[in-house]
């Protein structure tokens, strides 16, 4: 019943679209929206390098020079391998053609 719903609602907000919105208002409106949602997207990774930069120089603090600066990208690749492994499940890959297809599926 949902998906008669949705279809019916679809269908509607599409009828309405054609009739008041030329087709270069549609493709401006899309552009503003991707765009807006990409600078906050990017505002979301800024403010979470920040966040975990702020942690890690925080609670793992050496007076002299911080050698675990040397250990925090293998810690990261480590992290996404195990994300990898036991979460997503798939094998990764490589290139424009497996984002391509990611993207399709």
Do not use: C, D
């Amino acid at each position: 019943m949902f998906r008669v719903r949705r279809r019916g609602l679809y269908r509607k907000l599409m009828i309405w679209r054609l009739r008041h919105i030329s087709e270069n208002q549609m493709i401006i409106a899309l552009s503003v929206t991707v765009g807006v949602l990409a600078s906050l997207a990017v505002m979301l990774m800024k403010w979470t390098t920040h966040y975990m930069e702020h942690v890690l120089e925080y609670y793992f603090k050496v007076e002299e020079a911080n050698y675990l600066y040397v250990f925090y990208p293998l810690i990261g690749i480590f992290g996404v391998y195990l994300y990898m492994k036991y979460l997503v499940k798939k094998e990764i890959g490589h290139g424009i053609p497996a984002v391509l297809h990611s993207i399709a599926r």
